[in-house]
């Protein structure tokens, strides 16, 4: 007994840690403004000063951090009897790279930032049009529009290969120090390695074999739609896409592969019928980005959600700056201060950047959402939650029914091609991404743990077993191709992105069963029902407050609180069909490999002398 504190110690526990809580929400919520104004600043407007304003915000925001974090490990908040209290504090004590001394969190900042200069910063020489003109080609907007547009082999090389030669050997170095710090810091946290504290948001020591058995579960349809693009790319470029091989990753129509609807018209079955682009339809009508946006807001209001508040049209940057350089992805912000709420997009007019509009006001929307929350609540129930409810509302909105209900698409039939090629395109962008998404953070995980050799084979290796993918030119240890994806040096996280493909097919299906949708899911546009809004709102609400399963329960109305991929299979169940009789006559499905497409990447490579 006398292990368990007296009862009056325990009360003076909880008197301590409640107010600790207190005045940590408070400083937390002004900390965050001032580090979110100043990266804000920085994205907005990139000069040196704001930058340096930027990290010194930084620095001041970690170390209230740290200083948060000892509190709160020091208190032991595991007995506290308030569940809130208590949740508050496991939250607070997991997160953050705190406990790592002064000198080296300075230098893993540095080298982040840093590693995000080269990307930001790094220019190609053209890979099309007249030579001797300036070597200023970016990767947004010139190199991803020659992955998107162009059907020649030889300059979608060039292109492929200028960016990841630019980026991937500056990086290197740098990354490699960088994959030592954040295990240092992970370590003294009391995590195994980088990946496990990447994964401790999901709260779950069984993530990753629940990971790898939803992979396995899509994988066969992945397969199929693998095998039939594969047959239309050797139709259309011969022997340099092998009928029974991999894919070389410059023909998709996207720098990583990620997604391949850029290439719909070259593999969608019925080009007579409907194309689900409505690009030039938006171009006719005069749409502008602003009137993109507020297309956006009235898909939202309409399910009775929260318009936009004032701040966020006076604030937000929806286009390219044209007197100063901005930092161009797109990004939703949240102030911290319940006031503040921004996007910055450098939109250009085409349905794409309408849906990723959308995406990004869902980020707004679950920011007003949980306001009201503590502050350490005011994030997604987990970290896929805040990707998932954007992508979800975005199947609704790129149905032919709901383009044609907001008028941008006349006269549409809902017949079977018709439906075969709008799930082909979203297959395109859907399917393709889930390998993708699944081998960033496996890659990345090994590395944390396995160490930092071979970086660039490994990655080749598990981009060919999964994604039946491999580079267009002979790659070695020299290179770092994971680099060339933003979210590696970018120090982001990546499974979110894998788990929401999942999700948001799980949301999709009770968002268009509280709708009363009654037809198959991929015709559901949950548009203007404010059933589905209140179930949306209620989960939105939610933030972090309560265990991710507990809100997985609450979005689909009881039905399960794991991740399942059955809503996803479902959606896609009559392409499923048609893929298997397409490639039954006609072709292999799955990928056999050569050593020639091995030895395009294998480890003989001399390494680095001295790396
Ligand atoms: C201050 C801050 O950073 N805020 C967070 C939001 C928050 O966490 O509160 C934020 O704005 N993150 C930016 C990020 C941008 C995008 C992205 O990086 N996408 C991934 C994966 C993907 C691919 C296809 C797809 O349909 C959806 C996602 C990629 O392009 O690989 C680029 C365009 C779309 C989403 C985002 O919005 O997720
Ligand atoms: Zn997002």
């Not at 999901?202 to 992979?215: F, N």
């Not at 996207?254 to 171009?283: C, G, H, R, Y």
């Not at 292999?588 to 790396?611: E, H, I, K, M, S």
Request: with cysteine; glycine share 6%.
């Amino acid at each position: 007994l006398a292990l368990v504190p007296a009862p009056r110690a325990q009360l003076q526990q909880d008197i301590e840690a409640s107010q600790f809580l207190r005045e940590y929400d408070r400083e937390a919520a002004a900390m965050c403004f001032r580090v979110t104004s100043a990266t804000w600043g920085f994205s907005t407007n990139v000069t040196e000063s704001n930058r340096r304003r930027m990290l010194e915000e930084q620095a001041l925001n970690w170390k209230f951090g740290r200083v948060s974090w000892r509190k709160a490990t020091s208190l032991s908040w595991a007995r506290i009897p308030d569940a809130t209290s208590r949740r508050q504090l496991q939250i607070l004590s997991q997160e953050g790279r705190n406990a790592l001394a002064d000198d080296r969190f300075a230098e893993l900042m540095q080298l982040i930032g840093d590693m995000k200069d080269v990307y930001a910063r790094a220019r190609v020489c053209p890979v099309s049009g007249v030579q001797g003109q300036a070597c200023d080609w970016r990767l947004e907007p010139e190199l991803s529009r020659v992955l998107a547009r162009s059907r020649d082999p030889g300059e979608l090389q060039r292109a492929w290969t200028a960016w990841h030669d630019a980026v991937g050997p500056p990086l290197r170095p740098k990354f490699v120090r960088y994959v030592q710090l954040a295990n240092e810091a992970a370590r003294l946290n009391g995590f195994r390695d980088a990946g496990e504290h990447m994964r401790s948001p999901y709260d779950d020591p069984e993530l990753e074999s629940e990971v790898t058995t939803l992979w396995a579960q899509v994988s066969p349809l992945y397969r199929q739609l693998h095998s039939y693009v594969r047959r239309q790319l050797h139709r259309h470029y011969g022997d340099l896409v092998r009928e029974d091989g991999p894919l070389p990753a410059h023909l998709l129509g996207n720098m990583w592969a990620q997604s391949w609807k850029n290439i719909a018209d070259l593999v969608v079955p019925f080009p007579d019928k409907q194309a689900a682009d409505v690009t030039p339809e938006m171009l006719r009508q005069g749409y502008t980005p602003l009137r993109m946006f507020q297309t956006a807001e009235e898909f939202f209001t309409s399910l009775g959600l929260k318009p936009m508040p004032v701040e966020f049209w006076r604030h937000s940057v929806l286009e390219r700056p044209v007197d100063r350089e901005a930092v161009c992805r797109a990004s939703a912000w949240d102030f911290c201060n319940r006031k503040d709420y921004r996007i910055k997009q450098c939109t250009e007019v085409t349905m794409d950047d309408l849906l990723t509009i959308h995406h990004e006001m869902a980020h707004i929307q679950y920011y007003l959402h949980y306001a009201e929350q503590p502050y350490i609540f005011r994030r997604g129930a987990n970290p896929a939650f805040h990707e998932a409810v954007g992508d979800a509302i975005g199947l609704s909105v790129t149905t032919p029914r709901h383009l044609q209900r907001i008028g941008l698409l006349n006269n549409i039939t809902d017949d079977y091609e018709t439906n075969i090629n709008y799930l082909l395109t979203v297959a395109l962008d859907k399917v393709v991404y889930l390998p993708f998404a699944y081998v960033v953070d496996q890659w990345r995980w090994r590395v944390f743990s396995e160490g930092v050799e071979n970086m660039n084979g490994r990655w080749w290796e598990l981009r060919m077993r999964h994604q039946g993918v491999i580079p267009p030119v002979p790659r070695s240890e020299r290179d770092f191709d994971p680099g060339a994806k933003y979210h590696v040096p970018a120090d982001t996280p990546y499974l979110r992105y894998f788990v929401s493909l999942v999700l948001q097919f799980q949301i999709h299906e009770a968002l268009c069963r509280a709708a009363g949708h009654p037809g198959p899911m991929h015709t559901c546009d949950i548009y203007r029902s404010r059933e589905a809004g209140r179930l949306l709102a209620e989960v939105l609400s939610l933030g972090a407050s309560r265990p991710w399963r507990d809100v997985l329960r609450v979005a689909t109305q009881g039905a399960t609180d794991r991740l399942d991929a059955r809503p996803l299979l479902e959606f896609f169940q009559p392409l499923a069909l048609w893929l298997r009789v397409q490639n039954r006559e006609r072709g292999v499905v799955g990928w056999t490999t050569t050593n020639q497409d091995t030895a395009l990447f294998a480890r003989w490579a001399r390494p680095l002398a001295g790396c």
